[in-house]
């Protein structure tokens, strides 16, 4: 069975940066595609990127777009969310989910088409 971690959360001013990290165990990462969602109080869960399982294919949110990079480590098991540029209007949860997927297979911003979820780390940005 496939957990997932997220880290990497914190108080960040506008425009600063920071690298959320989701590390699996119980399961070989480099099975799944992965999907980085966030969650603001009072607001719908948002599809902010996903990575295929093979790396090859990324997906990004408009409102991250150009600001956010995914990118992926299976030697440590571990899929990156890197953000810069950062706003008020980031200030989130953000989860990661995975789903198993071919090398072939692409990634989705749907939340439903995910089986596995971290618990959510909070990302706050303020002055």
């Excluded at 940066?17 to 009072?42: E, H, K, M, N, V």
């Excluded at 990118?71 to 969310?81: G, Q």
């Excluded at 008020?88 to 997927?101: L, P």
Aim: proline fraction near 3%; include cysteine.
């Amino acid at each position: 069975q496939l957990q997932l971690v997220e880290s990497g959360g914190a108080l960040v001013q506008p425009g600063g940066s920071l690298r959320l990290s989701c590390t699996g165990s119980g399961s070989i990462l480099d099975y799944y595609a992965i999907g980085w969602f966030r969650q603001a109080p009072g607001k719908e869960r948002e599809g902010v990127s996903c990575i295929s399982s093979s790396g090859r294919y990324t997906k990004y949110g408009d409102s991250v777009k150009g600001r956010f990079t995914i990118s992926r480590d299976d030697a440590y098991n571990t899929v990156y969310l890197q953000m810069t540029s950062l706003k008020v209007e980031d200030t989130a949860i953000y989860y990661c989910a995975a789903h198993r997927s071919p090398p072939t297979g692409r990634a989705t911003m749907t939340s439903g088409d995910y089986d596995y979820w971290g618990q959510g780390t909070q990302v706050t940005v303020s002055s």
